[in-house]
């Protein structure tokens, strides 16, 4: 009767966690194209309006909730970790989405594509070469 190889049981996990590494790649990318996204519609067509902060979250990921009405007249409360300096009873301006308005930030952040870019884009990249590595051997 043949023995298991210990070599074969490596091999198996190494294409296991190559397989893994490529699912968090994509999962990285996807991400990324849509905060990229998110942002590209802000800049090209979002609306500027003002807004009130309503309370300020100092968890793990700060976040504000702001109120605002948008130019169609619809008021609007989502929560956004896209601003500067805001405190609870604040007037901020708000850029929003006019074709979802729940798509909102503070308009004082920005909109540098290149953050989420490099960031998400090099994680995905080393989960891409760890994954063909792992699938390769």
């Known amino acids: 009767m043949r023995k ?3 070599h074969r049981g490596k091999r198996v996990d190494g294409r296991l966690e190559g397989a893994l590494s490529l699912v968090a790649a994509a999962v990285f990318i996807g991400v990324g194209y849509f905060e990229i996204h998110d942002l590209y ?3 090209h067509r979002g609306e500027v309006v003002s807004g009130t902060v309503l309370e ?3 968890g793990r990921t700060e976040y504000i909730t702001v109120k605002y ?3 169609a007249g619809e008021t609007v409360t ?3 970790s896209n601003y500067e300096d805001a405190d609870p009873g604040d007037t901020i301006q708000v850029v929003y989405d006019p074709k979802k308005p729940s ?3 503070a308009a004082d952040f920005g909109f540098d594509y290149w953050i989420p870019g490099v960031i998400l884009g090099l994680i995905a990249a080393g989960f891409l070469a ?3 590595i792992g699938l390769w051997r």
Do not use: A, F, N
Request: glycine residues 10%; proline residues 5%; without cysteine.
């Open 69 to 71: 009405r948008t130019l």
């Open 4 to 6: 298991p190889s210990m």
């Open 56 to 58: 300020e979250s100092g």
């Open 103 to 105: 798509r909102m930030q």
């Open 41 to 43: 519609l802000l800049k």
């Open 130 to 132: 760890y994954g063909i």
């Open 78 to 80: 989502e929560d956004t």
